[in-house]
């Protein structure tokens, strides 16, 4: 059997019972320790999901030994900073999307991690379940004919008004949030098809200063084929959907960053409409699943440091092409 991967959690954020909690027991991953601002409020997290101990402190969760692999679901403008700490106190990271504030940081956090000599993986989890797959496979198959178009919606209802993710000092904002990951998703696909996406425009409007409230791209991918974005924390209901137009047909996922939610690709050709179920078994499994196969037996990861760079590098082009600046970043952790 394969050795447990033996994690550290930085903080108590909710997002940690999907992304990791759940697919550990599933893997048989070890969660080691979890350390937050408030001790009290990590003892109880580790209580109530069988984390092993409690640390003091960010940085003395850091210093644990034991710990190989730190998992940050922080507040998105702690990523970069305690991702850097991380891997300079010598751990692996799963980072939670987006790695860092802006490209910049980004670049960074990669730089720092190839001098160490330890992985970043940032958390797009979607990539390593088989829906995902199946849309590469339709766009690139020929089952669809020529791709003609692609649409990706990462629309959700507007979080409170005191959430952080409406912060402009802790890297919010829509396309951060949610819209990163259509971003990535048309970066994934571009990929398949055989190059980079080239961005066209971008409009957005503003919750306060500085902050998308939602955000639309449109994007040529390979080809000349137009892709469109759109991203938002304003939607009446979420979207997180998926649809791929080809010359002899069509594809449409509802739920393509929520396997575990909706499976289903609806798949249209001359013959009529099927739906295929890919499983909802966790793409979050898959991706805890994929960074132990890399970390045991050198298994490459999609989501790696320098996928990460690329990705911020557009949502900060995004921005600016939506009359918006990149993200602020923070202090570095000392």
Same mark, same amino acid.
């Given at each position: 059997?394969?050795?447990?991967?033996?994690?550290?959690?930085?903080?108590?954020?909710?997002?940690?019972?999907? =992304?990791?909690? &759940?697919?550990?027991? @599933? @893997?048989?991953?070890?969660?080691?320790?979890?350390?937050?601002?408030?001790?009290?409020?990590?003892?109880?997290?580790?209580?109530?999901?069988?984390?092993?101990?409690? %640390?003091?402190? #960010?940085?003395?969760?850091?210093? +644990?030994?034991?710990?190989?692999?730190?998992?940050?679901?922080?507040?998105?403008?702690?990523?970069?900073?305690?991702?850097?700490?991380?891997?300079?106190?010598?751990?692996?990271?799963? @980072?939670?999307?987006?790695?860092?504030?802006?490209? $910049?940081?980004?670049?960074?956090?990669?730089?720092?991690?190839?001098?160490?000599?330890?992985?970043?993986?940032?958390?797009?989890?979607?990539? *390593?379940?088989?829906?995902? %797959?199946?849309?590469?496979?339709?766009?690139?198959?020929?089952?669809?004919? $020529?791709?003609?178009?692609?649409? /990706?919606?990462? /629309?959700?209802?507007?979080?409170?008004?005191?959430?952080?993710?409406?912060?402009?000092?802790?890297?919010?904002?829509?396309?951060?949030?949610? &819209?990163? *990951?259509?971003?990535?998703?048309?970066?994934?696909?571009?990929?398949?098809?055989?190059?980079?996406?080239?961005?066209?425009?971008?409009?957005?409007?503003?919750?306060?200063?500085?902050? !998308?409230?939602?955000?639309?791209?449109?994007?040529?991918?390979?080809?000349?084929?137009?892709? @469109?974005?759109? =991203?938002?924390?304003?939607?009446?209901? #979420?979207?997180?959907?998926?649809?791929?137009?080809?010359?002899?047909?069509?594809?449409?996922?509802?739920?393509?960053?929520?396997?575990?939610? &909706?499976?289903?690709? $609806?798949?249209?050709?001359? !013959? &009529?409409?099927?739906?295929?179920?890919?499983?909802?078994? =966790?793409?979050?499994? *898959?991706?805890?699943?994929?960074?132990?196969?890399?970390?045991?037996?050198?298994?490459?990861?999609?989501?790696?440091? !320098? +996928?990460?760079?690329?990705?911020?590098?557009?949502? !900060?082009? /995004?921005?600016?092409?939506?009359?918006? %600046?990149?993200?602020?970043?923070?202090?570095?952790?000392?």
């Amino acid at each position: 059997m394969t050795e447990p991967l033996r994690v550290g959690i930085l903080g108590a954020a909710r997002i940690t019972e999907l =992304s990791l909690i &759940g697919p550990a027991r @599933t @893997t048989g991953d070890r969660l080691v320790a979890v350390a937050a601002r408030d001790r009290s409020r990590a003892a109880a997290f580790a209580a109530r999901h069988g984390v092993e101990r409690v %640390a003091d402190s #960010y940085a003395a969760l850091l210093d +644990d030994p034991e710990i190989e692999v730190v998992y940050n679901p922080l507040a998105n403008a702690l990523h970069g900073p305690w991702n850097q700490a991380a891997v300079q106190a010598g751990k692996h990271v799963l @980072t939670e999307k987006p790695s860092a504030s802006n490209a $910049e940081e980004a670049r960074e956090v990669r730089d720092v991690a190839e001098k160490a000599g330890k992985t970043v993986m940032e958390g797009f989890h979607y990539p *390593y379940h088989p829906l995902h %797959a199946r849309l590469l496979e339709l766009a690139t198959s020929g089952e669809l004919g $020529e791709v003609r178009a692609v649409e /990706v919606h990462m /629309v959700m209802p507007p979080p409170g008004d005191d959430d952080p993710r409406w912060q402009l000092d802790l890297a919010g904002g829509g396309l951060m949030d949610v &819209g990163c *990951y259509a971003v990535h998703a048309l970066r994934m696909l571009s990929g398949a098809l055989g190059g980079a996406p080239r961005l066209l425009g971008a409009r957005a409007g503003e919750r306060d200063p500085g902050v !998308d409230a939602w955000l639309d791209a449109d994007l040529e991918l390979p080809g000349g084929i137009p892709a @469109t974005l759109r =991203s938002g924390m304003n939607g009446a209901e #979420y979207d997180f959907s998926y649809r791929l137009t080809g010359s002899r047909g069509e594809a449409y996922a509802p739920e393509f960053v929520r396997p575990h939610l &909706g499976d289903t690709l $609806e798949v249209t050709g001359p !013959d &009529g409409t099927r739906v295929e179920e890919l499983g909802r078994r =966790s793409s979050y499994t *898959y991706q805890l699943e994929a960074l132990a196969a890399h970390l045991r037996d050198g298994s490459p990861v999609l989501t790696d440091a !320098d +996928d990460a760079v690329a990705n911020m590098e557009l949502v !900060d082009e /995004v921005y600016r092409a939506a009359g918006l %600046a990149p993200r602020p970043r923070t202090a570095p952790v000392t």
